[in-house]
């Protein structure tokens, strides 16, 4: 049998799930469900440290091992970093389940230096609110933002990396253009994703083997 992806979500962000579903079928050959959750599983206001971890977060769903499941999620997510003793933003986590969120995806690559300088130029002069549009019109080629039509796109390759992730242990390429590169600046997250929205030739190889090796699971 083909695997299933369940895709658990209480993001509030416009997702587009049959543009997501046809992504996983076409390159994984995998079928996907989508479970709106009506009650948020992600109980947290501020951030939410290192979610795999807390298996209680995820007792109220329940999971089967033939799944791969992931949560999308609109609260902020974070795992705590021995090396710096700092809580880093995380666009995605992985773990059983995978744990991806959308105002992530908005937070924490960051974004270009240009842009914070604008935005600290205008909050010293108190005129960040009146500038703020202005501004974030100007980089819009260069960040993700909240409610934006780019986070359907985006999404595919946080899922996809999810997948690599239980599948075969490494959720990340080194490519610049892998949808599988792990993105720490926006612009990096918008070429891989958008502008390329493509996987490397050894990751385009790997997917074909995915594919197959399922047809092969199959059989025996
Ligand atoms: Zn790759």
């Avoid at 239980?166 to 070429?191: M, T, Y």
């Amino acid at each position: 049998m083909a695997k299933t992806i369940c895709l658990y979500v209480e993001s509030k962000e416009k997702i587009d799930f049959k543009k997501i579903s046809s992504f996983v079928e076409d390159y994984f050959g995998f079928a996907s469900k989508v479970k709106k959750l009506k009650e948020a599983i992600v109980q947290t206001k501020g951030l939410l440290y290192d979610p795999v971890g807390s298996e209680r977060l995820f007792e109220n769903i329940k999971f089967k091992r033939s799944d791969i499941d992931i949560l999308i999620t609109d609260k902020l997510i974070a795992t705590y970093e021995e090396s710096d003793r700092r809580l880093h933003l995380r666009a995605a986590i992985f773990g059983f389940p995978s744990v991806t969120s959308t105002s992530c995806i908005v937070e924490a690559p960051a974004k270009p230096k240009e842009y914070y300088l604008a935005k600290q130029k205008y909050s010293l002069l108190k005129a960040w609110e009146l500038k703020e549009k202005e501004v974030k019109q100007k980089f819009k080629d260069s960040f993700i933002d909240y409610h934006d039509p780019r986070l359907t796109e985006v999404l595919k390759g946080y899922i996809a990396q999810a997948i690599f992730f239980e599948l075969v242990g490494n959720p990340f390429c080194g490519n610049k253009s892998c949808r599988l590169f792990n993105a720490h600046w926006q612009e990096d997250l918008i070429r891989a994703q958008i502008k390329s929205g493509k996987f490397c030739k050894r990751h385009s190889l790997e997917l074909l083997k995915i594919k197959e090796g399922d047809c092969h699971e199959r059989k025996s």
